[in-house]
């Protein structure tokens, strides 16, 4: 078995030698080929020591206290699995706060520090494409051509976000505007507003010339 020192092992693993040496006197990582047992004698790691240690510098890195480090060891350890290396054969990851170990299914993580309470993951991504499809879907604009005394006119049909129900619209017509609770309903009511509209036109146009 190849065996690393104290140096080695910190230089591989980024935790400083006084990190390393505390967290074997601490039960977190201890050097399984070589213990410190007196003068003279050395700290002695194996391949799965370092690993170990790279793991729990990582932990620590994220916020994770060396206390809830050790709860968590302790909870894999004394768990029906028989975990006995959590930090080189689970993966984990931690918020700082507690120690989550990942499972089988990506959606799904245990929280160690409840005992293997499950915890829901969500993705950010999928759920920024899921809500976009939907508000697309949602609010989309709907053309249409209706015909109004022999002449077909362009409209838009669109779902009102804040009142709810759908307004229908003729840009060719400025301010010729309706709405309905359904689209069927928006697309009758803005044939209704366009011929109101072109009336009120014609009115106007025979007041002036008089």
């Not at 993580?109 to 409840?114: A, H, N, S, T, V």
């Not at 609010?139 to 838009?156: H, L």
């Amino acid at each position: 078995m190849n065996a690393y020192n104290t140096k080695t092992a910190s230089a591989v693993t980024g935790a400083s030698e006084r990190q390393l040496r505390y967290w074997d006197r601490q039960g977190v990582v201890k050097p399984s080929v070589g213990q410190a047992g007196g003068r003279g004698s050395r700290r002695l790691y194996s391949f799965l020591d370092l690993v170990q240690a790279r793991a729990a510098k990582r932990l620590r890195d994220g916020g994770l206290s060396l206390q809830k480090l050790r709860n968590a060891l302790c909870i894999l350890k004394e768990h029906p699995d028989k975990v006995r290396h959590p930090l080189a054969q689970l993966s984990l990851v931690t918020d700082g706060g507690t120690v989550f170990r990942l499972t089988d299914d990506k959606a799904v993580m245990q929280d160690i520090l409840k005992r293997g309470q499950l915890v829901s993951v969500l993705a950010i991504k999928p759920l920024h494409d899921f809500v976009l499809a939907h508000l697309d879907r949602t609010v989309k604009v709907t053309r249409a051509r209706v015909e109004v005394s022999g002449k077909a006119y362009k409209v838009t049909i669109e779902p009102d976000v804040v009142d709810g129900g759908f307004v229908a619209e003729c840009p060719a017509l400025r301010g010729c505007v309706t709405d309905g609770e359904t689209p069927e309903e928006a697309l009758r009511n803005i044939r209704d507003a366009i011929t109101d509209w072109l009336a009120s036109g014609q009115e106007r146009h025979r007041a002036r010339a008089q």
